[in-house]
Nanobody
Framework: QVQLAESGGGLVESGGSLRLSCAASGSTAGDYGMGWFRQAPGTEREGIACIGNRGDITWYADSVKGRFTISRDTAKNTVTLQMHNLKPEDTAVYYC??????????????????WGQGTLVTVSS
């Protein structure tokens, strides 16, 4: 069974940077895409950045393109989300996820096989 361990997050001023990390453990962790989703109060959870199991295919939501970068260490099955130029509208709980469907990254909630516990990112104006 795959387990996810997240780290990072916190409070940052507008224009600042943060980095989120997620380590996946389990014998099949390397077979699936991974990514980051976020959910702000009153909104649905949305995929913002995902990466394929080989680390060679990435997908970004328009809202974070050019500001966020996802990367994957395939040897360790860790995924990192580097966030720059953060805005107050980026405030949300961020969830690491590993997909349950092969052939991704799909970066959609229906494709997720396992969620991390979530970490809060707050961007002050």
């Amino acid at each position: 069974q795959v387990q996810l361990a997240e780290s990072g997050g916190g409070l940052v001023e507008s224009g600042g940077s943060l980095r989120l990390s997620c380590a996946a453990s389990g014998s099949t962790a390397g077979d699936y895409g991974m990514g980051w989703f976020r959910q702000a109060p009153g909104t649905e959870r949305e995929g913002i950045a995902c990466i394929g199991n080989r680390g060679d295919i990435t997908w970004y939501a328009d809202s974070v393109k050019g500001r966020f970068t996802i990367s994957r260490d395939t040897a360790k099955n860790t995924v990192t989300l580097q966030m720059h130029n953060l805005k107050p509208e980026d405030t949300a709980v961020y969830y690491c996820a590993i997909e349950g469907l092969r052939g991704g990254p799909w970066c959609a909630p229906y494709s997720v096989g396992k969620w991390g516990q979530g970490t809060l990112v707050t961007v002050s104006s």
